[in-house]
């Protein structure tokens, strides 16, 4: 069965600098989305992308943040100077055409902030 | 804010049937019910989702009350790997693109007991 798949599993950064986050969703989707999770905490919605361009974005998608669809398969997630507080998991999703249709998750990027 | 609600936990026992009551008493008339469940802070699960038939997949079975105010997922046979958290999830359908975001809540810890 096809899924989406993101690398690396775990990033350690210092603070201050950029990181990418990637992730290849899965083939014949066309909306793809961010989501994040800190620690003990609920799964927070951060952007969506459509068409080659952001749907919808969320309070926490500041500036820091990028999206971008490099090429016909991955779904990169850019943070341009690192936070304590971005650490967090990080993950992708991908959906069918179909409005009603599930996202389907990756496990996810662990992004620890020094 | 998520527009449901559920349990904080529940216990099962091993191959018994797992019920996961969730209430979404203001859900209206064009939103889906969308259950995931992740365990450990692996990536969110797809499980099933409706609209206001009752639905069966290989996973489980999600029962729409009449008024749609409610809804429970079903686990026929829990094992001791359904042990997870379980979300239920209400969204719109929107063809525009854009009110696709998934909001989550707490959900509910379910642990699958020998």
């Known amino acids: 069965e096809p899924e989406v798949t993101q690398t690396p599993s775990h990033q350690v950064t210092q603070m201050g600098q950029e990181v990418i986050l990637r992730c290849v969703p899965i083939s014949n989707h066309l909306y793809f989305y961010w989501y994040r999770q800190i620690l003990g905490q609920k799964v927070e919605f951060l952007v969506s992308f459509y068409n080659n361009e952001i749907s919808e974005k969320s309070e926490i998608f500041d500036d820091q943040f990028s999206v971008e669809r490099p090429d016909g398969s991955n779904f990169t997630l850019k943070i341009r100077s690192t936070k304590l507080e971005d650490s967090a998991m990080y993950f992708c999703a991908s959906s069918p055409p179909r409005s009603n249709q599930p996202q389907h998750f990756g496990d996810g990027t662990r992004l620890s902030i020094l | 804010d998520a527009k449901t609600t559920q349990p904080p936990s529940m216990d099962c026992a091993e191959g018994r049937a797992a019920n996961l009551p969730c209430n979404h008493s203001?859900?209206?008339?064009?939103?889906?019910v969308y259950w995931y469940r992740q365990i450990h802070s692996q990536g969110p699960q797809y499980i099933i989702h409706g609209l206001k038939n009752n639905e069966t997949n290989e996973m489980a079975s999600l029962i729409i009350t009449e008024d749609r105010k409610s809804s429970t997922l079903i686990l026929p046979h829990a094992t001791l790997r359904d042990t997870a958290v379980y979300y239920c999830?209400?969204?719109?359908?929107?063809?525009?693109?854009?009110?696709?975001?998934?909001?989550w809540g707490l959900g509910t810890s379910l642990a699958v007991n020998p």
């Open positions: 999830i209400v969204r719109g359908l929107n063809n525009a693109g854009n009110n696709r975001k998934l909001i």
């Open positions: 203001t859900i209206s008339g064009n939103e889906y």
